[in-house]
């Protein structure tokens, strides 16, 4: 009824889940706006008695950071939960200069007694990564107390996505558009000692420039080159070469184009043939 109010209820069970909860829910209704995202966020403490992974003499329930996919609008926080097994106190220390320019990575209790836990956290900033796409690193640490001795790694990993939800209509109408000719490049028959150029044709039919903002690339792919920045109404290419050594039969590998095209975000085209000894 006009005026009236409501509210959407959601339940989520926290069962076999140790890290933080994001999770995005879409609400259509016949009303302006038409759509509506609402984002559910909290922290799931992880279970003291589940810590099934070794690194050196620390037990962990895990041994990184992995976000999945980041938007460039979120600040995220996760942790890990450690406990320090061995027969000494530990001081623990990170590689301050391998932690990512978007993260915080400190350690809880920094100096950690005999049988005591503890957590690492780990925060990230999605505006200040830098990139859009898949990102991966690696910290080490170690035991001051052992310096000689590098207890193991925090891997950290995460998808950087680009937030289109806030988008006003007028945005939205004058944005960047994306139309590839074809999405999927046969290149028939070749040698297992052949390299392979492919190319692929796209179209900007928007209203502003269309950006590739990052192409992710599968096994035997590399990129050649290709046309960053294109300006609507303006058509771009990607070439790529495929390394055929060591492969053999049916052949299929795919390519991801990251752009900032609010509709086609993440494009996948396919590579395909057959790789037969000549």
Not at 4 to 32: C, L, Q, W, Y
Not at 207 to 236: C, M, Q, T
Request: aromatic share 10%.
């Amino acid at each position: 009824m006009p005026g009236a109010k409501g509210f959407v209820m959601i339940e989520f069970d926290p069962k076999n889940r140790s890290k933080v909860f994001h999770k995005s829910v879409k609400v259509s209704t016949n009303g302006n706006p038409r759509e509506a995202v609402l984002r559910i966020k909290g922290y799931i403490i992880p279970d003291p008695t589940n810590l099934r992974k070794r690194i050196g003499e620390l037990q962990v329930n895990r041994a990184e950071f992995n976000y999945g996919e980041l938007l460039d609008t979120e600040i995220r926080v996760d942790s890990i939960m450690i406990r320090n097994n061995g027969d000494t106190e530990m001081s623990l220390k990170l590689a301050d200069e391998e932690i990512p320019a978007n993260m915080e990575i400190e350690f809880a209790q920094p100096k950690l007694g005999v049988g005591e836990t503890s957590f690492i956290y780990g925060r990230i900033w999605g505006d200040k990564a830098g990139k859009y796409g898949f990102s991966r690193a690696r910290v080490k640490f170690w035991d001051e107390n052992n310096p000689d001795k590098t207890l193991g790694n925090i891997q950290i990993s995460y998808s950087q996505k680009e937030d289109f939800s806030a988008w006003t209509n007028e945005q939205k109408s004058n944005a960047p558009g994306l139309r590839f000719k074809q999405t999927t490049y046969n290149f028939g028959e070749a040698s297992y000692a052949d390299s392979v150029v492919c190319e692929f044709s796209f179209s900007n039919p928007g209203k502003s420039d269309l950006i590739i903002r990052d192409i992710r690339l599968s096994s035997f792919v590399k990129v050649l080159s290709y046309d960053e920045s294109v300006p609507a109404g303006g058509e771009g290419k990607l070439s790529f070469v495929i390394n055929l050594e060591r492969a053999v039969g049916d052949f299929i590998r795919y390519v991801t184009v990251i752009t900032n095209c609010p509709t086609q975000n993440s494009k996948r085209l396919t590579i395909k043939g057959k790789v037969i000894d000549k």
